[in-house]
C-alpha cells in the first residue's frame, strides 16, 4: 500500500510540475524540426510586414523549443525569458539566434522592464501572482497575452464532451482530505485563476488561452510517457492496461507548438482546449497504431480488471489514465473548437518514433535514461510479473 501511494504522488508532482492534462541530435531531433502536417507546410511564411515579436516567459524545456522551431521557421524572432537553468534538449542550435532575458517570475521581472513585444506567451504560468505579475507589466507595452493552461481546469473530470465554456473551479473545495486529489484541485484552480488574470489585463479581445492535454514527444522531461516508446520497440507480450472501450487523449507537442504560433499568427482571441486525437479513440487502438512505429513482432495483452491494475499499481500509464471517479472524463474533452482553427495532428507511430530517436540520442545522458529505465517501480520492469499474474488469474 505504501509503495502504491509513493507512485501515485510522483506522478501527481510531475503534474504539478509539468503541467497536465490531467487529468499527466541526431536524426531524431532532425525529425523534430523538420515534422508538419501537410496544412501546416502549405500556410505561407511571415512577410516584413507580419513578422512578429515573440517573447515567451519559459521556452527552454519542453513546449517552449518547439514554438520557437515553428516560429522562427516562419520568420519571426523570439525573446525568452528564464532564470537561465533548462537547457534545451531539442532545437539547441536555434538559441544562438534568441534574445535570452534571464530573471525569476517569483522576484525579479526587472529584464522585462523595457522592450515592446507583439505577443508574449506565458508557458512558464504556476503560479497566478506571476501571471498577474506580467500582465500588468506588459500591457501596454505587448499587444497579446497567450496564456498557456491545461485541461487541468477541468479537474474533477465528471462529464464527457467537456467544452471551453462550461463553468470551472475557481476555488479549491474545503475537506478534501486526499493529498494526491488536494494536488489536482490546487493545479486545475491556479491554472483556472492565471487564465482570468492574463485576461483581467489584456481583455478578452487580446487573450489566448490553450488549454492543452497531455503533451507528448520529444524534449518531454517528465517521464510520464516514455513507456511506450521503449517499450513498443521491444515488442513480445506488451501489456495493454485498461478496458476495451478505455478511451484516451494526448497531442504531439510539435502540433500545440505550431498550432498556438498559428493562433497568434491570426490573432485568434479565446479559449481553446488543445486535445488530440482528432476522432475519439480507445487505449487498444492507440497502442496498435503507435507499434507501428517499430518493425518488431508484438503481442498486446488486454488487462482489463480495474482492481487488479489497481493492486498491481497500474491507475495510469499517459495517456491511458483509468478513467473512473474524478478521472472519469479526463479523456473526454471536446475538440472541435481547435480542429476548426486549425489544430492538426499527427499519428501516434510518428511521435512515438521521434521520441524514441530523442530518448536514445546524446540530448540525453545516461544517467538520465537509466534513472527511468532501471527504476524497479515502473511499468516497464515490473511488466513481466504482471503479465504472469495475470496469466495465473486467468
Ligand atoms: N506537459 C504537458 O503535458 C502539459 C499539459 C498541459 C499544460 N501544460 C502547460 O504547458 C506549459 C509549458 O510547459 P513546458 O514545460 O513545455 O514549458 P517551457 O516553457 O518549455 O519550460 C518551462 C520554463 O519555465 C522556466 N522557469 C521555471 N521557473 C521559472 C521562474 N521562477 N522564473 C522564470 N522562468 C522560470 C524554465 O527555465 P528556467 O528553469 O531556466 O528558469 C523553462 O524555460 C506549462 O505551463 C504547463 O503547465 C503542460
Avoid at 497566478?128 to 491545461?150: F, Q
Wanted: hydrophobic share 35%.
Amino acid at each position: 500500500m505504501k509503495f502504491r501511494r509513493i507512485k501515485r504522488r510522483k506522478f501527481i508532482s510531475n503534474i504539478a510540475r509539468y503541467g497536465a492534462a490531467l487529468p499527466v541530435a541526431g536524426a531524431g531531433l532532425l525529425a523534430c524540426n523538420q515534422s508538419s502536417t501537410k496544412e501546416e507546410s502549405s500556410l505561407p511564411a511571415a512577410t516584413e510586414s507580419n513578422k512578429l515579436n515573440i517573447l515567451i516567459l519559459g521556452g527552454t524545456s519542453f513546449l517552449g523549443p518547439h514554438q520557437i522551431a515553428y516560429a522562427m521557421d516562419r520568420g519571426h524572432s523570439i525573446t525568452t525569458f528564464t532564470r537561465g537553468k533548462t537547457r534545451p534538449t531539442v532545437h539547441q542550435e536555434l538559441f544562438d539566434n534568441v534574445n535570452m532575458l534571464i530573471g525569476d517570475r517569483a522576484d525579479d521581472l526587472s529584464a522585462l522592464e523595457n522592450g515592446s513585444w507583439d505577443v508574449v506567451i506565458d508557458n512558464s504560468g504556476h503560479n497566478v501572482e506571476w501571471t498577474k505579475s506580467t500582465a500588468a507589466l506588459l500591457k501596454d507595452r505587448v499587444d497579446l497575452y497567450v496564456y498557456t493552461s491545461s485541461t487541468g481546469v477541468f479537474y474533477p473530470y465528471l462529464d464527457s464532451d467537456t467544452r471551453e465554456n462550461v463553468e470551472i473551479l475557481l476555488e479549491e473545495p474545503e475537506g478534501v482530505t486526499d493529498e494526491d486529489m488536494k494536488i489536482e484541485y490546487w493545479y486545475g484552480v491556479m491554472k483556472a485563476n492565471s487564465e482570468l488574470a492574463a485576461r483581467k489585463e489584456f481583455g478578452d479581445d487580446r487573450t489566448i488561452v490553450v488549454r492543452p492535454t497531455y503533451m507528448i514527444g520529444p524534449a518531454d522531461k517528465s517521464n510520464r510517457f516514455i513507456h511506450w516508446p521503449v517499450r513498443l520497440s521491444r515488442g513480445g507480450d506488451i501489456l495493454v492496461p485498461g478496458k476495451e472501450q478505455d478511451p484516451v487523449q494526448y497531442a504531439d507537442v510539435r502540433d500545440i507548438a505550431g498550432w498556438m504560433i498559428r493562433l497568434i499568427e491570426e490573432k485568434k482571441a479565446g479559449t481553446y482546449n488543445g486535445v488530440g486525437p482528432e476522432a475519439p479513440q480507445t487505449m487498444p487502438e492507440f497502442v496498435r497504431e503507435a507499434g507501428g512505429a517499430f518493425d518488431v513482432s508484438s503481442n498486446y495483452v488486454q488487462v482489463d480488471d480495474y482492481e487488479f491494475l489497481k493492486e498491481h499499481d497500474v491507475e495510469h500509464i499517459v495517456p491511458w489514465i483509468m478513467p473512473e471517479g474524478n478521472n472519469y472524463g479526463s479523456a473526454r474533452i471536446n475538440n472541435e473548437k481547435a480542429l476548426a482553427t486549425g489544430l492538426t495532428l499527427r499519428p501516434p507511430r510518428e511521435t512515438v518514433r521521434d521520441t524514441y530517436d530523442w530518448w536514445y540520442s546524446d540530448a540525453l545522458t545516461d544517467e538520465k535514461r537509466n534513472e527511468y529505465e532501471q527504476d524497479g517501480t515502473v511499468v516497464l520492469n515490473r511488466e513481466k510479473e504482471i503479465l504472469q499474474d495475470w496469466a495465473e488469474r486467468g
